[in-house]
């Protein structure tokens, strides 16, 4: 079956641009999160979804930051007014349901580059 | 507050040797879930391995085995007979209940190096 997939892969974006990124999760799966990782840095949490509740924003850095599933499937992080500080690998990670022991299916990830 | 500690930033490993990754973690809940992953230069994570702190025997899948230390909260990774495909990031990462949302907090990585 189809993974976690996210769009764009590569994202450039002026300074002052706001981008969209999507998420497709697993089908069924109720558990959304999205990590941003820095170079060589390890995936810090941003934002939690069950299905289309977002039960957890304490990671999102400003309010620039502002993410959404409104059908309880597909999610979009959107970055507003970005700075050169938002540059980093925006990762999405799906779970069937939530608890301890649920592995999370990454996808590949969008590189966001702001300039 | 729950934190991981990776403290190994780079190894190198010879083909086909087994290699350990460390990993320590700090958590005041008694129900958590350890879980380790690896990224290779493309950029995705790939699942390895999960420990659940009730689990009495480490965990094991396939080349990779969990060393389980529950006193001294560690949970090192263990590659069995290493392969040039192994030569990667890895990451320890852990959850427990106390976080409502289940995130995941990882570690800041390991890069492992396979030499031929």
């Known amino acids: 079956g189809a993974g976690v997939s996210q769009s764009p892969r590569y994202k450039v974006a002026k300074r002052g641009q706001d981008v969209a990124l999507r998420c497709d999760p697993i089908?069924?799966?109720?558990?959304l999160f999205w990590y941003q990782q820095a170079l060589g840095q390890g995936p810090e949490f941003l934002t939690y979804?069950?299905?289309?509740?977002?039960?957890?924003k304490s990671g999102l850095p400003s309010d620039r930051f502002f993410a959404e599933r409104p059908e309880g499937s597909v999610s979009t992080l959107k970055i507003q007014r970005t700075q050169q500080e938002d540059s980093a690998v925006y990762l999405c990670?799906?779970?069937?349901?939530?608890?301890?022991?649920?592995?999370?299916?990454f996808g590949p990830g969008t590189r966001l580059t702001v300039t | 507050a729950q934190k991981i500690t990776q403290t190994q930033p780079g190894m190198f490993v010879q083909e086909k040797e087994a290699v350990t990754l460390d990993c320590t973690y700090d958590?005041?809940?008694?129900?958590?879930?350890l879980f380790w992953y690896k990224q290779p230069s493309s950029g995705e994570m790939i699942f390895l391995i999960y420990?659940?702190?009730?689990?009495?025997q480490n965990a094991t899948e396939g080349r990779y085995s969990l060393n389980f230390q529950k006193a001294r909260k560690s949970a090192n990774l263990v590659i069995s007979a290493s392969q040039l495909g192994d030569s990667a990031m890895y990451f320890c990462?852990?959850?427990?209940?106390?976080?409502?949302?289940?995130?995941?907090?990882f570690g800041s990585g390991t890069r492992l190096l396979v030499r031929p």
């Open positions: 958590t005041s809940d008694q129900s958590y879930g």
């Open positions: 420990q659940g702190s009730y689990d009495e």
């Open positions: 990670a799906s779970s069937l349901a939530f608890g301890t022991s649920y592995e999370q299916y």
């Open positions: 990462a852990m959850r427990d209940r106390m976080d409502s949302s289940y995130k995941l907090i």
């Open positions: 089908s069924g799966h109720v558990s």
């Open positions: 979804f069950q299905n289309e509740a977002q039960l957890d």
